[in-house]
DNA sequence: ATTTAATTTTGTATTAATTTCAATTTTATT
DNA sequence: AATAAAATTGAAATTAATACAAAATTAAAT
């Protein structure tokens, strides 16, 4: 895991979001932050159990649901049984690779939802979310076709 | 609930999709004809358990399996933890009301995801899927603050 | 029409992610 | 140090969905 952000920051970067920064949530936040392939509580889970033997499923629930209060992170609901958890925050679609199961960004603009159906009403949130087999995947297939 | 369709039409629709008509396949595609609303497993069952009292839960998952197998519904993963089913499998997008629960269609352009980062990806599906206060909802708040 | 095979349906048990909640531990305040 | 508040834990409960074998129904073969 990539070390990029100081004790210093993550308690700041949680502080500016209105969490007091335990030991717990830092774990979490830097977990997040260094790994962005939009992990499940239970990714977060295993990964740092190793660093705080102690550590509870619960804890890592609530962590997450307070995160999400204090929209420090988006779930993702992509048709699997476990829910994701994205640090970016900013407007972006999802892309689950069918085949290897990542989960990839990209951009959209937010004015799709400029419709006549919807003028009245109040939007809080947006998400898109497809479905399909990845470049790297496809290409792996194509591969093996040649041969 | 409004009867819209002969037992023959029914029977027809099913077998279109390479699909053998049984009873209780038949009461289910009835149901989903009859209330576009998104229904849950549950709503299905619910909704038939009456008129096929030996009906089981079972059979209702079994059967929109199946559906979902040959493009005669579409599952749709709303944030909430049952799934919902739509009849309608024309690509649009859905806007989940969170006060009163309604799920609204609305038109997209398919093309919002024709961008550079998704090039060379195979696209199988696509979920929009917007939260928020739909227009009743709203003008009901709105009337209470007048007061 | 009867027997046999294939399909559908049922009901029970299981799975597994998430939630609940009281007890314990840690941290902050007096 | 004593007390109060907040965070964490661990075990139990919840529940939508799945697995699967037995029973019932339907279709095919004799
Ligand atoms: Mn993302
Ligand atoms: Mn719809
Ligand atoms: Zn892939
Ligand atoms: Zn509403």
Redesign the pocket.
Known sequence: MKMTYTIVELRDYLKRHDI?P????IKVLEYLLNNRIHP???DIYQSLIND?P??????V???L?LFMKKGVVNALSLKE???RYDINTYFHGHFRCEICGNVYDFPVSEKIIAVEELKGFVIRNVDINVYGICKKCNEKIKNKEEK
């Open positions: 007091k335990s030991t717990i949530r499940t509580a239970d705080i102690t550590l509870s499923k619960t804890s629930y609530n962590t649901e049984k476990e829910l």
